[in-house]
């Protein structure tokens, strides 16, 4: 039998790299990437490569699993449906709604049927007992972007195509091809960063991969990158560097953040970040020089005790140095279908704090509460 081709996007993270099936038989034989796919034009990852393999996986579930008094024995799907159903309805009459809970794992974020149901199926069930993968993911940046932007879904990612320099903080992108950027092929971006005289700079503890190819690599003490990026906001100021240009109508109080950063300069930090202040000097001052730049932070500046404020300092950096939502800097990406799902946007209000978790009372951000309360709630009375 002739073969044919499929396609269809991998799910195995943000970038969602068009992929070509090859189906004969009703069976998969290869993946391969789609070089036709107009955002990563027939680039693929090894999670791509693997695709087969998890598809012909012999231990992969393919039907739902009841436990038994003999082990796990399989059933039908409508049967699944209506036990899990009836479960939930049970419990929730029993002990009310808060006796129920629910986390989402990341891959939800990447598949759309997860992105249509889950929050229906969540308001349904009417717990605010909510978890998931973004409190030990991006919910410092979101918080940081709804107090700075007026939504957490206003997140201004490097224009990598354009940037002249790119300084990446706590983030990885050519092994998770650019989390809260989405640049398939980050490899080959950055060879063409490289051809157009562009320059790469990581601030890292970890010597990563990304690190390993950059320009300049400067280890970090883990949990000190807001001090550092308040140091660089402090050398911007005194060297007269700020640059907000066509952003100064917009900015408001640009006066406290410098009263604020004076309090860190280079020589204050140096010992405490394990960067030595002429570097401190030598990071800000190349930043404000570049032709363009973006600062770009990820889950290692999100998920540390100031992971909001060292969220919120990247973009005050790419605001000082006018580098906010221009090309070649940090821009807001222009969605397909608006942003009506983002609360925060228009209200003046943050989503933030509004109930609390019972062991702790720790705040829930967007909803939902941080992952890390959720052992101790399962263990909890009431």
Not at 150 to 178: E, F, K, M, Q, Y
Not at 251 to 270: I, N, S, Y
């Amino acid at each position: 039998m002739a073969s044919s081709f499929v396609h269809r996007t991998c799910s195995l993270c943000e970038a969602h790299c068009g992929v070509s099936v090859e189906v004969e038989a009703g069976r998969v034989r290869s993946v391969r990437g789609d070089p036709d796919d107009p955002f990563s034009r027939g680039y693929i990852c090894p999670k791509a490569h693997g695709l087969l393999a998890l598809q012909d996986d012999p231990d992969r579930l393919r039907r739902p699993l009841r436990r038994g008094p003999r082990g796990f024995e399989e059933i039908g799907w409508e049967e699944a449906f209506e036990l899990a159903a009836r479960r939930l309805r049970e419990i929730r009459e029993a002990h009310g709604p808060e006796a129920l809970g629910a986390y989402a794992g990341n891959p939800n974020a990447h598949d759309i049927g997860s992105i249509l149901y889950l929050p229906a199926l969540l308001r349904g069930l009417g717990t605010r007992r909510r978890f998931s993968a973004s409190s030990v993911d991006q919910l410092p940046k979101m918080l940081a972007c709804a107090a700075m932007f007026g939504g957490g879904l206003s997140v201004p990612i490097p224009d990598i195509d354009r940037t002249d320099h790119l300084l990446v903080l706590g983030a990885n992108p050519l092994a998770s091809n650019g989390s809260l950027m989405t640049a398939p092929d980050f490899p080959g971006r950055l060879r063409r960063l490289r051809e157009r005289g562009g320059k790469l700079v990581v601030v890292d503890p970890r010597r990563s991969e990304t690190a390993r190819i950059a320009d300049e690599h400067h280890f970090l003490r883990p949990g000190t990158d807001a001090m550092l990026l308040f140091a660089m906001v402090q050398v911007l100021f005194e060297e007269g560097l700020v640059r907000l240009g066509r952003l100064e109508a917009l900015v408001h109080g640009t006066e406290l953040l410098q009263t604020l950063a004076k309090d860190f300069p280079p020589e204050a930090v140096a010992i405490a970040t394990g960067i030595d202040a002429a570097t401190i000097r030598h990071l800000a001052r190349e930043l404000a020089a570049a032709p363009s730049a973006a600062v770009y932070g990820r889950i290692g500046t999100c998920t540390q005790e100031f992971g909001t404020l060292a969220s919120w300092l990247v973009d005050v950096l790419n605001t000082l140095t006018g580098n906010l939502d221009r090309p070649g800097g940090a821009m807001f990406p222009r969605p397909a279908t608006g942003r009506a799902g983002d609360e925060a946007v228009g209200s003046g209000r943050i989503p933030h704090a509004r109930w609390r978790s019972n062991v702790r009372g720790l705040p829930e951000a967007f909803g939902e509460l941080p992952v890390a309360a959720l052992a101790e709630e399962i263990d909890s009375a009431g």
